[in-house]
C-alpha cells in the first residue's frame, strides 16, 4: 500500500471509516495488515488534513483484552492471537495519532439483518463480548460520522 495512492484516495474526504480483516489461513501466520495498513492511513490523513477516522478492531484488542472471560482466553489466544497482538498494536497507533479516532470493537460477528438492538459498551466495567450483526455495526459506524458522542472512546458493541 502506497501512501500517495491514499492520499489520492482522500481529496474531498471528511471521515475515514476503516474495516479490514484477515482470512483463517492468515490467522496461523505472523499478521502486519492491521499496523501496516494504518500506519499508511494515518500518514496519509495528516497529510490531506483529514482528522476523523473511525476504525473496527473488535473485542480482545487493546485494552479489552483484560475482559475476556478465562473459558476463553487460551483458545482465542491460539486462534486469534497473532491478529488481535496486531490490532492492539493498530488501536496504539491510533490513540497516538492525534487525530479525533473512534476505535469500535464488535464482538463476534454474525450475518443477518439490521436489528437496531444491539448495546454501546462504553465503559471498561461493561465490556464482554456477544454477538453482533454486521449490519448493526455498519449502522454505528455510519452513526459515528456526525455524533460526536465516541471520539476518542473503544466502545464495545454486543446483542
Not at 54 to 82: E, H, K, M, N, Y
Not at 90 to 111: C, F, H
Not at 146 to 157: A, C, G, I, K, S
Request: glycine share 8%; aromatic share 6%; charged share 25%.
Amino acid at each position: 500500500m502506497k501512501t500517495k495512492d491514499v492520499e489520492a484516495a482522500l481529496i474531498g474526504v471528511d471521515v475515514v471509516i476503516q474495516t479490514l480483516g484477515v482470512g483463517l489461513g492468515d490467522l496461523f501466520r505472523p499478521v502486519h495488515l492491521f499496523s501496516d495498513a494504518t500506519r499508511t492511513l494515518i500518514a496519509a490523513m495528516r497529510a490531506k488534513g483529514v482528522k476523523r477516522l473511525i476504525c473496527v478492531t473488535g473485542f480482545g484488542a487493546g485494552d479489552s483484552r483484560a475482559s475476556i472471560s478465562c473459558l476463553q482466553r487460551l483458545p482465542f489466544q491460539i486462534v486469534f492471537g497473532r491478529a488481535y497482538e496486531d490490532k492492539s498494536l493498530q488501536e496504539r497507533l491510533i490513540k497516538e495519532s492525534g487525530l479525533d479516532w473512534t476505535i469500535v470493537r464488535p464482538g463476534v460477528l454474525i450475518s443477518g439483518p439490521r436489528t437496531g438492538r444491539y448495546k454501546i459498551l462504553s465503559e471498561a466495567s461493561q465490556w464482554r463480548n456477544g454477538i453482533i450483526a454486521r449490519s448493526d455495526v455498519a449502522e454505528f459506524l455510519v452513526r459515528q460520522i456526525e455524533d460526536q458522542t465516541y471520539v476518542r472512546q473503544t466502545p464495545v458493541l454486543v446483542n
